[in-house]
């Protein structure tokens, strides 16, 4: 069994930054493909970016740019540096693993206008 704590939320201005870390245990997240996504409410689930466990990523065209993904192999944590925030990105991030589909709670990202 693997857990998933996603930190590192907040609220900040547009225009911000703030870095979000999923911390894993269990399991070395080396071994999965993480993902990042976002929901906003009243809108479905988006795929922000990925990172698989040779270490290709990949990133949504809204955050190319932006955002980073990047991975502390030894401390089983996976980072998604958000930079240029804008009122569009606030929602409710997650971190997930693929095949196996674990999940954490979610951490907010609030960014005013």
């Known amino acids: 069994q693997v857990q998933l704590v996603e930190s590192g939320g907040g609220l900040v201005q547009t225009g911000g930054s703030l870095r979000l870390s999923c911390t894993a245990s269990?399991?070395?997240?080396?071994?999965?493909?993480v993902r990042w996504l976002r929901q906003a409410p009243g809108k479905q689930r988006e795929l922000v970016a990925t990172?698989?466990?040779?270490?290709?990523?990949n990133y949504a065209d809204s955050v190319k740019g932006r955002f980073s993904i990047s991975r502390d192999a030894a401390k089983s944590t996976v980072y998604l540096q958000m930079t240029n925030l804008k009122p569009e990105d606030t929602a409710l991030y997650y971190c997930?693993?693929?095949?196996?589909?674990?999940w954490g709670r979610g951490t907010q990202v609030t960014v005013s206008s």
């Open positions: 990172m698989s466990p040779s270490g290709i990523t």
């Open positions: 997930n693993t693929q095949p196996a589909n674990y």
């Open positions: 269990g399991r070395r997240l080396s071994t999965y493909t």
